[in-house]
């Protein structure tokens, strides 16, 4: 089975753009979370959906970011407009969502976004 | 935050090498997941270990959880270079939101 894929890979932005990275989930997976990461942070949920349905938009992102689960198998995070700080690594995750404590998450290798 | 100490660290040791690190979190939590992440990839579940359990042992790796002071740990005996890694704990205090990660460890093992 294949795992969580993003693109692109690496996305250089200037100030002001915008620009929408791309989530496919583990197929068969009911929740999809995106995250943001930093050196100083961590890793920060900006979106999280179960079943396609919006639980959690990241309260202090929302202004500028926003996240969509346009199918099962497909969800896209746009920042519009880019700032230099939203310079980080973007991670998707995934995972079964069947309810329970200590549902795995599966994560792709990440869009790193530079913004000029 | 739910994390009750800035847990962000650094560890250089040889292979060979035994590595402890540790956690702690601030609410309850039945489970407490540790992941790593190595260099441009995204973080893999190593072990979970769940809040009746106060040990999970999987291959080299062994986790703790000590819920009286909620604090957990993972570690790693006769370290390879291949574990080079950030090593996060999360946990899911607040599922509704997914898991919520620790800063993390980064460990780097030299040959």
């Known amino acids: 089975d294949a795992g969580v894929t993003q693109t692109p890979r690496h996305e250089v932005a200037e100030k002001g753009q915008t620009i929408i990275l791309k989530c496919e989930p583990v197929s068969g997976h009911n929740d999809l979370f995106w995250y943001r990461q930093t050196k100083i942070q961590g890793l920060e949920l900006l979106s999280y959906f179960r079943s396609k349905s919006l639980m959690e938009d990241g309260g202090a992102f929302k202004d500028r970011f926003k996240a969509e689960m346009l199918n099962s198998s497909f969800s896209t995070l746009k920042i519009q407009p880019t700032e230099p700080k939203d310079s980080a690594v973007y991670l998707c995750?995934?995972?079964?969502?069947?309810?329970?404590?200590?549902?795995?998450?599966?994560f792709g290798p990440g869009t790193r976004l530079l913004v000029l | 935050s739910q994390w009750g100490e800035e847990n962000l660290q650094a560890l250089s040791i040889q292979e060979g090498e035994d590595v402890t690190m540790n956690c702690s979190y601030k609410?309850?939590?039945?489970?407490v997941q540790w992941y790593r992440q190595k260099s441009g990839k995204g973080p893999a579940q190593l072990i979970l270990i769940r809040s009746n359990e106060r040990e999970k042992r999987s291959g080299r790796l062994r986790a703790t959880l000590d819920t009286s002071s909620q604090s957990s740990s993972l570690s790693i005996t006769g370290t390879l270079a291949t574990d080079t890694a950030v090593y996060f704990c999360a946990t899911d205090d607040n599922y509704a939101q997914g898991l919520t990660f620790g800063l993390g460890t980064r460990v780097s093992v030299f040959p």
């Open positions: 609410t309850y939590t039945t489970v």
């Open positions: 995750a995934s995972s079964l969502g069947w309810g329970g404590a200590g549902d795995t998450q599966y």
